[in-house]
């Protein structure tokens, strides 16, 4: 089973500034099986990124990731208010697994 | 529209059974994969594991195999999650969402939150 360790924990900037999430796996990943998620307060995820670099349908372009084999990055490059939130990423092999998350708060 | 609409909360004993549901509409319910996430009180995701409903093929996560039983009923468009014997520790909410190939899951459930206390 491939365990994915996300870092930091959490993230506290400021809007206008540019976020990087990291995600590293303890094997290497099919770079066309890496997703990136986000999550709201009392909201189901929200698909962002899949295949570790493609944006999904109405995904502003301010999103973007990156990277192949063991670690993999999202950015947002100039955060928006409604940005701050918890950010998953998630190997969908098989087994699939989830990394532990991201929470992004405002500064 | 896509739509995966999940049955609502549930409250149980330790060691009821229990079977929640989550039911797709809008797209052909047999060309993508359902896969089941928990989310604990305050925590993160957990994959638990996915069906293709054309086959009812299922595949866990080894934290789940064993614990609860995923099924899918194609002639109504509808998948399940299901447990045998409740624990305190099941208390969470639970996600369906459609895996779409090599896209990722690009729909979600609102989710079912299973309380499970005496």
């Known amino acids: 089973e491939i365990v994915l360790t996300q870092s930091p924990g959490t993230l506290s900037l400021s809007p206008g500034e540019r976020a990087t999430l990291s995600c590293r796996a303890s094997?290497?990943?099919?770079?066309?099986?890496l997703a990136w998620y986000q999550q709201k307060p009392g909201q189901a995820p929200r698909l962002l990124i899949y295949?570790?670099?493609s944006r999904a349908t109405g995904i502003p372009d301010r999103f973007s990731g990156s990277g192949s084999g063991t670690d993999f990055t999202l950015t947002i490059s100039r955060l928006e208010p409604e940005d701050f939130a918890v950010y998953y990423c998630?190997?969908?092999?098989?087994?699939?697994?989830f990394g532990q998350g991201t929470k992004l708060e405002i500064k | 529209e896509v739509q995966l609409v999940q049955s609502g909360a549930e409250v149980k004993k330790p060691g009821e059974s229990l079977r929640i549901s989550c039911k797709g509409s809008?797209?052909?319910?047999?060309?993508?994969?359902i896969s089941w996430v928990r989310q604990m009180p305050g925590k993160g995701l957990e994959w638990m594991g996915r069906?293709?409903?054309?086959?009812?093929?299922?595949n866990y996560s080894p934290s789940f195999q064993g614990h609860v039983t995923i099924s899918a009923d194609k002639s109504i468009s509808t998948a399940y999650l299901q447990w045998s014997s409740l624990k305190a520790s099941d208390t969470a909410m639970y996600y369906c969402?459609?895996?779409?190939?090599?896209?990722?899951?690009?729909?979600w459930g609102q989710g079912t939150l299973v309380t499970v206390s005496s």
């Open positions: 969402a459609r895996r779409s190939g090599g896209y990722g899951l690009d729909y």
């Open positions: 809008g797209y052909s319910f047999t060309s993508y994969w």
């Open positions: 069906i293709d409903p054309s086959d009812s093929y299922t």
């Open positions: 094997q290497s990943v099919s770079s066309s099986y």
């Open positions: 295949g570790a670099s």
């Open positions: 998630q190997q969908y092999g098989s087994p699939s697994s």
